[in-house]
């Protein structure tokens, strides 16, 4: 076993001379040769964060396995993911089964697992680094082959699906020293149009959550007016008012129907939040302190697409440090899913990371509707933290 602190820069250059769907050979290569390491894999978590699916390295001279689909609810993978910390135990053959987080600034993206005969703690930090520098070799390839978006499905994609699957941003968790944003979406059987979005540029989160009417592909197609012309306008430096106004004009345009929706930029260096409301459910927020959740009763303009000569206006919240403000679409709170406790379900995990909030919120809805949901389900959670020092 050789040892040495990681070389990273010899590790992304050997990924960058690889195929982007090489990944995780050429860290297994890298981890065999420095320490001796006799499994290598990485595991996806899957769009619904509901399973792993491995995907190994294959040793020399062995051909790659099926891949293998695991159930992620109550397994050591979910411990890892939850606490973000590395496992190790016994592999059962006198070695040592090691299971690190691949995470790129909150957005989980799977663990990496090594079995190796010795693994101090110079080892382990190591093959830590190793999955750090995974999930950004990760990151980046994906732009350039599909196998790590079809790792991540685990069931089969409807064309209303797939649409749905490409409006939303490509990481859904992000942490920023003013705060950390987490979302889920659990689509319906038969699509029902949600969306959400955000952007982070110097000054400014950009956060939107979007319900299109109808279900199916004509729902696909609303949202996807309606998330074009807004992310269009807000790469235009269009503020809150203005990328709200480009999506009502989008669907009066194209005559395609109705939308929902709540359209936010949040001022990093103030907490300053304006919003525009287009008949969207009203949000929820959790206080520092507070014993209660709150639904912050927004004044409601028309949604988005309604022929109406009344314009719409911008309001403003404070966000204060310690604020959890949590979005909801109505999938969240009607038929089956109007049996969970939303609050309580919120009030209970204040303390877990949004990521796993979000989680909790969505698998209640779930199972609360037996898997069946007949309108989409989407919730996003943000966590102010205040501002830097320097903002």
């Not at 040495?4 to 981890?31: K, M, Q, T």
């Not at 294959?58 to 050591?76: F, H, M, Q, W």
């Not at 830590?128 to 082959?145: G, P, W």
Request: charged residues 25%.
């Amino acid at each position: 076993m050789e040892g040495g602190d990681l070389g990273l820069g010899e590790l992304l250059a050997a990924a960058e001379a690889a195929p982007p769907g090489e990944s995780v050979d050429v860290l297994a290569l890298d981890l065999r040769k420095r320490f001796g390491a006799e499994r290598v894999s990485f595991l996806f978590v899957d769009l619904m964060g509901q399973r792993l699916l491995r995907l190994t390295a294959p040793a020399a001279g062995d051909t790659a396995g099926g891949a293998e689909r695991i159930d992620l609810r109550g397994s050591v993978y979910d411990t890892v993911l939850q606490s973000q910390r590395q496992h190790v135990e016994p592999d059962g053959l006198g070695g040592r089964r090691v299971i690190s987080p691949v995470t790129n600034r909150g957005d989980c993206i799977g663990v990496l697992e090594v079995t190796l005969q010795c693994a101090d703690d110079t080892v382990l930090r190591q093959i830590s680094e190793a999955a750090h520098a995974l999930a950004y070799i990760i990151v980046t390839d994906r732009r350039f082959t599909d196998l790590y978006h079809a790792g991540r499905r685990t069931t089969p994609t409807s064309l209303a699906a797939e649409i749905q699957h490409q409006l939303l941003p490509s990481a859904p968790c992000c942490e920023a020293p003013q705060f950390t944003l987490a979302a889920g979406l659990v689509p319906a059987d038969d699509i029902g149009g949600d969306t959400y979005d955000y952007t982070l540029d110097r000054d400014t989160l950009h956060l939107s959550i979007t319900d299109a009417m109808g279900h199916d592909t004509n729902s696909a197609l609303l949202a996807t007016l309606l998330v074009g012309a807004m992310r269009g306008a807000r790469r235009s430096g269009c503020d809150a008012l203005q990328q709200a106004r480009r999506a009502h004009e989008a669907l009066l345009a194209h005559s395609r129907g109705l939308a929902t929706g709540q359209v936010m930029c949040i001022r990093l260096g103030t907490g300053t939040c304006e919003l525009v409301n287009a008949g969207h459910p009203w949000p929820l927020r959790l206080r520092r302190g507070a014993t209660e959740v709150e639904e912050i009763k927004l004044a409601v303009n028309l949604p988005f697409g309604v022929a109406a000569p009344t314009s719409y206006r911008v309001q403003e919240l404070r966000l204060r440090p310690g604020d959890r403000l949590v979005l909801l679409t109505d999938g969240m709170q009607e038929r089956g899913a109007a049996a969970v406790d939303l609050p309580s379900v919120v009030r209970d995990t204040r303390a877990s990371h949004p990521r796993e909030a979000v989680r909790a919120l969505t698998t209640a809805v779930l199972d609360a509707c037996r898997g069946n949901l007949k309108d989409d389900a989407t919730v996003v959670i943000l966590d102010w933290h205040g501002p830097r020092s320097d903002d």
